[in-house]
């Protein structure tokens, strides 16, 4: 059982950097490949990052890549999600998700658990 905690959302400017970050409970959370997905209004949740066990192998949406960066501490049960030059089209709420195999997917069904998600808005 992982239980997972979301923090770090909140109100910028296009342009800006958020670093959100993901705290996990459960002595296993390093065998979890993580990963972030979001959900703007009246859209379906996609996929942004997802990062393997160790953290070797990481894999982008073409929406955020060169932008995001996820990363992960083992030792703290943390997973980031650092955001940068961020943009109206950002908007939504971010959710993390630990998947039971160490390899990252991109499909949302493959994940075991999820937070209830931190609120991204970007202004104009």
């Known amino acids: 059982q992982v239980q997972l905690v979301e923090s770090g959302g909140g109100l910028v400017q296009a342009g800006a950097s958020l670093r959100l970050s993901c705290a996990a409970s459960?002595?296993?959370?390093?065998?979890?490949?993580m990963g972030w997905f979001r959900q703007a209004p009246g859209k379906e949740r996609e996929f942004s990052a997802t990062?393997?066990?160790?953290?070797?192998?990481?894999y982008y949406a073409d929406s955020v890549k060169g932008r995001f960066t996820i990363s992960r501490d083992n030792a703290k049960n943390r997973v980031y999600l650092q955001m940068n030059s961020l943009k109206p089209e950002d908007t939504a709420v971010y959710y993390c998700?630990?998947?039971?195999?160490?390899?990252?997917?991109?499909?949302?069904?493959?994940?075991?658990?999820w937070g209830q998600g931190t609120q991204v808005t970007v202004s104009s």
């Open positions: 459960g002595r296993t959370f390093s065998r979890y490949a």
């Open positions: 998700a630990a998947r039971g195999l160490g390899v990252g997917s991109t499909r949302r069904y493959e994940y075991d658990y």
């Open positions: 990062i393997s066990w160790s953290g070797a192998s990481t």
